[in-house]
């Protein structure tokens, strides 16, 4: 497991019963998690300083119930990279912390390639892999179907300071913009992809990761450069595992001087254990 444990204002306090207890800075949030399949000790829902909690729908989806005073949106920093936090629908807050370990990755290869280079985020949500991959150097094209989200990224970019002239901020459906890209014979040294689990497209057509996966990063080699540098595939689909996503990789990146590798996504808590949160699959050139 990838685990992401240099975060200073985030934190997972407690977990138990189908809940996680957490800081993010100074807010204090209590969120479902399908993960948390164990009991606690601790009274999650009358924590002292708990600022809001997330609370389930019989019928589906939820709401966010305020329990003390606490700013509609705030920011929190991972480092130099600066993120703008807000309770959302379906228990969002508009950043998945456990992705910095992908981050670091991503960095560290950006840095070490030594040579420009240009990433392709799709489903890139509030862009934490945009910032981090900006502030590494990188120019990068943001893709999301959501405008909201998309303009939340633009916030984020700006806040950390970075993409002045090396982002596009797109507003599209991934693959339609990926096929038209390939018409283009426009070209990216690095693809990052976070696709949701199951979705309908702007005509009814229906998405699940399990049927479209494989043909979606397929395409998505069309793009390529003659010298990529890494593809990385994010999953939160619970039961798809590692493996899955190392056997795409595996079976559609060119072969030679790459790793594949593959892992869980989890972050710390307070009580000495991991949570496990998604999973990844990067293909990445080797760099001496």
């Known amino acids: 497991m990838v685990v ?21 800075k100074d ?30 729908s019989e019928s589906g989806g939820g709401r966010w119930e305020r329990l003390k005073s606490m700013p509609d949106e705030w920011i929190i920093s991972y ?3 600066k993120f703008k936090i807000k309770p959302m629908g379906f228990k969002h807050t508009g950043l998945f912390p456990e992705q910095a370990g992908n981050w670091e990755k991503m960095t560290a290869l950006i840095k070490k390639a030594n040579r420009p280079i240009n990433v392709l985020n799709l489903f ?30 633009g916030e984020n970019c700006r806040l950390s300071g970075v993409g002045e ?8 459906d991934c693959l339609k913009f990926v096929q038209r890209e390939i018409r283009r014979g426009k070209k990216y040294d690095a693809i990052i992809m976070d ?41 939160y689909t619970t039961g798809l595992q590692p493996q899955v996503l190392k056997n795409i990789l595996t079976l559609l990146m060119p072969k030679g001087e790459y790793n594949i590798d593959a ?13 496990p949160c998604g999973c990844s699959g990067l293909w990445s050139k080797v760099l001496s």
Not at 10 to 20: F, M, S
Not at 264 to 272: K, N
């Open 4 to 24: 992401a444990d240099k975060w200073s204002d985030y934190e997972i306090i407690a977990t138990g019963d189908g809940y996680k207890l957490e800081r993010w």
């Open 27 to 56: 807010v204090t949030l209590l969120r479902p998690d399908p993960q948390v399949i164990w009991k606690t000790d601790v009274d999650m829902f009358n924590y002292q300083g708990l600022n809001a909690k997330y609370i389930r």
């Open 79 to 81: 480092g130099e990279l």
């Open 124 to 153: 890139a949500y509030t862009g934490g892999a945009t910032v981090a991959c900006l502030k590494a150097g990188a120019s990068v094209c943001h893709v999301d179907a959501a405008k909201g989200m998309v303009e939340r990224a």
């Open 165 to 172: 002239g090396k982002v596009r901020f797109i507003i599209d």
């Open 195 to 235: 696709p949701p689990s199951f979705g309908r497209g702007p005509g009814g057509e229906t998405w699940k990761i399990e049927n479209e996966l494989y043909n979606l990063v397929k395409i998505c080699t069309q793009v390529l450069s003659d010298n990529p540098l890494f593809f990385l595939i994010n999953s």
């Open 263 to 275: 892992y869980e996504v989890g972050l710390p808590t307070r009580e000495g254990i991991n949570l």
